[in-house]
């Protein structure tokens, strides 16, 4: 016989504001095994935590449950505090009486009730449980940083500072990301490049970073600790080891293209750097617009003037495969195609509606029009100019429903920059809230305020030509009043999306995704650069819209995690992972095929059957890839696997205790 | 139909007196004129005991299973319906292609012996040729179309859930749970099945309708994308259920969700059920 104690937490009023407590002990105290029931304020405190180790000792239990809080809150902190006990860690159930019970019940009685049966059911579950052992695996000290925008550029740095080698995957031909893009940041109004293009120089010349740029991961399997990474090399032409970066090739090229790093509003050539301070240096061919490449004429100009001779119009992608202990995804975002979306704002058709990264470049002293705000169509100055915030973002009829977070601030910045660089202009922001949470934030908004900026809460119905104006319509909801705005250039502060290929990084490290296919993080506030894959993890906009500070602070965090990782020699396994009854298996493989985490595979073994030796297929399970999601109990059919910690036993004896 | 049959055991001799085959699965005569059971022919001399008439109903894959690891291959007779189960096996991993040699016939259906009509899992087939074999008797006949392939289910589904409830009550109270339905079924391959394991908590051995519906629609979900079709559960229940209801329910919803699906046509393509695509549906997710 099992001897099983019950420890009932209040959770301060948590728990006991809506659960009758004293009548969950008294239940408890008739239910099969139960020796020993207590209940506490705060069970997960040092004395209530102390309490049950004494009451362990006194009632010679040999397994625990706790109605407390969420498992995934505390669990681990009741394992710890077990491991320092006679009984195994493993040896615990937790009903979650907070927020499957009191956090979502007011009806005390009913709720008084609903958590006796959560205590009933993890009594009964515990008296199948089984003493589990973790294992450990060896740790590969490499980590793999996937984005090389400034959340990839700092987590590479800090790991790289620890002294870890880091590889940085870039897919663009430069590091930099769309920091390096803007212009100045708020609110201190510090030049983006002067603090971002000495990072991308720091991370090309550490000793530990190896860069690589236009490069994609194709393939991964493996597991913490020992990630094994296929990354393609897309084929640039140049031979980076040879080119010295002179530039000669780029004056010579024939070929003009438009330029994405200018967002359209300039021309590159085919051969290129993407802008002046390019890390690395070297350009590559964009082989669609090259003409030799592309088959479109002989050309090969960029060759024959080549002093160093590195042009390779042979050059083939490559696959380079390494292994990693850890990966940091930092992939980043772009900006919502607004064209598609928004045909009462003209869908595209006037060029002198832009959105703010347009703008960045227009007023960038290394933009196309070294930093004079000039309208796209003409050139001129713009004399009042029309800045939306919103678009895409806070509009779940047309664009996304959440807030993108940096544009009530970068909107308030571009305010600024028209009513700084431009004499006499006038510049209107259209808005639904103006959200500043952060440091020095709403001073800078007061100060855009102060400049002249003139603040217009609604939104934009409809932006129209007339007489060479972009008249935009929208209502003042303050004063009730409609609103007509003859501007000469609109800005829209556009939503931010995740970046395109997001769903193929997070397929090939199984992460989740939510609704708007931002990555979804291991838990909202206590792990929140964690993904359920152990040891991925998120850095910057790829988990969800954030700003340059909360990006850099973020992908420090993660280069923390993945140090810690890094500072053991060995790595526990989660023991509560499939195990296959190779007995029973008939070694169909269907596990295999389903298994989200490709952790089981198909062995041949030898045994004898009848008296005669044979070779039967069965499955096994790989401990450091099993996360222990279950699919492949369920897909099996003669039952032949199970899973340690949620076996069908115990599974079918909490139901039992819930309904018979 | 005589001429085939010639066939097939000229075929046979020749298989056998070569050693090529160990012994050949075929149909052999029964007791009376509308009767044929299963027979395994290991003896040339006795290759006229194979006959092919309008009774060979028994689909013969699954009686590979009792011989998973052969000392010479294995000759089987198969149709559309058996070639079917071969694929099936082969692809479960229960059975290996060069461990057996298909002898193909074509097809055209067979009577129900107590009717004397064409029999209706015959009546509902949809692939009349072998999909695989190694050499083909006679040759290959018209495919008839299934446009009606469903029918029964949507039926089903246009119940209300009482008049559903009640239809699968009346069907599991008759079932004295023989289990003939699984040991026919070249889907049902597991070493082990789960109704015969000990203390399955969530599978009573007693007789009773629960119990009885328990076991039918665990058997349907376990056989699910793996069913060929061939209806020999339906034809070998003693009860006379309507089992292949279930197991085309089961079809419609897979093809419903994932597109147009036939199990066993091969063994490449994956079982609907046995592999995930990232762009699979995800309604409840």
Redo the contacts between chains.
């Keep these: 016989m099992s001897r099983t104690g019950v420890f009932i937490c209040h959770c301060g009023t948590n728990i006991a504001a809506v659960v009758d407590i004293a009548k969950v002990v008294e239940k408890a105290k008739s239910m099969p095994n139960v020796v020993y029931v207590e209940d506490n304020k705060y069970t997960c405190s040092e004395p209530g935590q102390q309490a049950i180790k004494d009451a362990i000792v006194k009632h010679k239990l040999d397994r625990i449950v706790i109605g407390s809080c969420s498992p995934r809150m505390h669990e681990p902190t009741f394992r710890k505090m077990l491991a320092s006990t006679e009984i195994n860690p493993y040896m615990l159930e937790i009903a979650n009486l907070r927020e499957q019970c009191s956090w979502v019940h007011t009806d005390r009685e009913k709720a008084t009730d609903k958590a006796i049966d959560l205590v009933r059911m993890a009594v009964a579950k515990v008296a199948k449980n089984h003493a589990l052992f973790t294992s450990s695996i060896p740790v590969t000290k490499r980590a793999l940083v996937v984005g090389g925008g400034i959340a990839g550029i700092q987590a590479a740095l800090d790991i790289a500072d620890a002294g870890y080698p880091v590889t940085l995957v870039e897919r663009e031909p430069s590091l930099g990301g769309k920091m390096v893009m803007l212009d100045k940041t708020f609110p201190t109004m510090d030049c983006s490049a002067c603090i971002c293009t000495p990072k991308m120089v720091d991370a090309g010349q550490h000793p530990n970073i190896t860069v690589m740029t236009s490069c994609e991961v194709e393939k991964v399997s493996g597991y913490i600790g020992n990630f094994e990474v296929t990354i393609r090399q897309k084929a640039t032409y140049v031979d980076h080891s040879v080119c010295t970066g002179c530039g000669i090739c780029e004056l010579k090229c024939p070929s003009k293209v438009t330029s994405e790093f200018e967002q359209g509003m300039a021309q590159r050539r085919a051969i290129y750097k993407p802008f002046p301070q390019a890390v690395p240096a070297k350009p590559v061919i964009d082989a669609a617009n090259c003409r030799k490449l592309n088959g479109k004429a002989k050309c090969g100009i960029c060759q024959t003037q080549c002093p160093q001779g590195c042009i390779n119009f042979e050059d083939e992608d490559k696959l380079i495969t390494n292994t990693y202990g850890a990966i940091v995804i930092a992939t980043g975002y772009e900006l919502i195609d607004w064209k598609s979306i928004y045909g009462e704002y003209g869908g595209g058709q006037y060029p002198d509606v832009i959105n703010g990264l347009q703008f960045e470049r227009l007023v960038n002293a290394s933009g196309p029009t070294e930093g004079h705000i000039l309208r796209p169509s003409d050139g001129k100055e713009p004399k009042s100019v029309v800045i939306v915030k919103c678009v895409g973002s806070r509009d779940p009829n047309k664009g996304k429903g959440y807030c993108s977070r940096a544009c009530c601030m970068y909107a308030a910045k571009h305010a600024h920059q028209v009513l700084e660089k431009i004499d006499n202009a006038q510049c209107y922001v259209f808005y639904i809230d103006v959200r500043t949470a952060g440091k020095a934030y709403e001073e800078f908004y007061t100060r855009t305020l102060e400049d002249g900026a003139i603040y217009v809460r609604g939104r934009v119905s409809k932006i129209y030509e007339e007489d060479g104006k972009l008249i935009c319509k929208g209502e003042d909801t303050l004063s009730g009043q409609t609103v007509s705005v003859a501007a000469d250039m609109v800005v829209l502060e556009t939503a931010m999306v995740p970046a395109a290929g997001v769903e193929k990084v997070a397929t090939l490290m199984t992460i989740s995704r939510d609704n708007d296919n931002w990555l979804q993080e291991a838990h909202p506030k206590l792990r929140p650069v964690e993904t359920h894959t152990a040891g991925v993890f998120l850095a910057g906009v790829c988990q969800g819209p954030k700003d340059i500070p909360d990006t850099v602070a973020q992908a420090s965090a993660s280069a923390a995690k993945v140090c810690g990782i890094f500072s053991k020699a060995e790595l526990q396994t989660n023991p509560m992972i499939s195990k296959v009854d190779i007995e029973k298996c008939s070694g169909c493989g269907d596990c295999a095929g389903i298994c989200p985490y490709k952790a089981i595979s198909m062995q041949d073994m030898e045994f004898i059957e009848h008296g005669k030796k044979i070779t039967r297929r069965v499955s096994t399970v790989n401990s450091g890839l099993c996360q222990g999601c279950g699919a492949c109990v369920a897909g099996c059919r003669p039952g032949a696997i199970d899973l340690l910690g949620f076996t069908n036993a115990q599974i079918l004896e909490e139901v039992d205790a819930l309904c018979l | 139909m005589s001429d085939i049959q010639q066939e097939l055991r000229k075929t046979a001799r020749e298989l056998l007196e070569s050693g090529e085959v160990g012994y050949i699965i075929g149909w052999g005569k029964g007791r009376f004129a509308n009767q044929t059971h299963p027979i395994f022919v290991k003896d040339p001399a006795k290759v006229d005991e194979l006959v092919w008439d309008d009774y060979c109903l028994s689909t013969l894959a699954k009686y590979t299973q009792d011989d998973?690891?052969p000392e010479k291959k294995i000759g089987i007779c198969v149709r559309g319906c058996d070639s079917r189960a071969v694929n099936r096996l082969i692809q479960?991993?229960?059975l290996k292609r060069e461990d057996v040699y298909l002898i193909g016939i074509p097809c055209s259906g067979k009577l129900d012996p107590e009717t004397n009509e064409p029999a209706k899992k015959c009546v509902e087939c949809a692939h009349r040729n072998p999909v695989v074999y190694d050499v083909l008797l006679g040759s290959p006949v018209e495919e008839v179309p299934q446009p009606e392939r469903f029918k029964e289910v949507e039926e089903l589904e246009a119940m209300t859930p009482d008049e559903r409830y009640n239809y699968w009550a009346d069907v599991y109270d008759k079932c004295i749970r023989c289990y003939a339905c699984r040991n026919v079924c070249p889907a049902c391959?597991?070493?082990?099945?789960?109704t015969d394991?000990y203390r399955?908590?969530?599978q009573g051995k007693q007789n009773n309708r629960a119990e009885n519906q328990i076991f039918g629609i665990t058997r349907a979900y376990?056989v699910g994308d793996r069913c060929i079709e061939c209806g020999e559960c339906q034809r070998v229940c003693p009860m006379g259920l309507p089992l292949m209801k279930l197991n085309r329910k089961m079809l419609k919803d897979i093809n419903n969700l994932f597109g147009a699906y036939e199990a066993g046509l091969d063994t490449e393509t994956?079982?609907a059920?046995?592999?995930?695509e990232?762009n699979d549906v995800e309604e409840f997710m």
């Excluded at chain 2, 391959?189 to 789960?194: D, K």
């Excluded at chain 2, 059920?273 to 995930?276: A, I, K, M, R, S």
Aim: aromatic share 18%; proline share 4%.
């Design positions: 998973k690891y479960d991993h229960q391959n597991c070493r082990e099945c789960y394991q399955v908590g969530w376990h994956k079982p059920l046995g592999h995930y990232t």
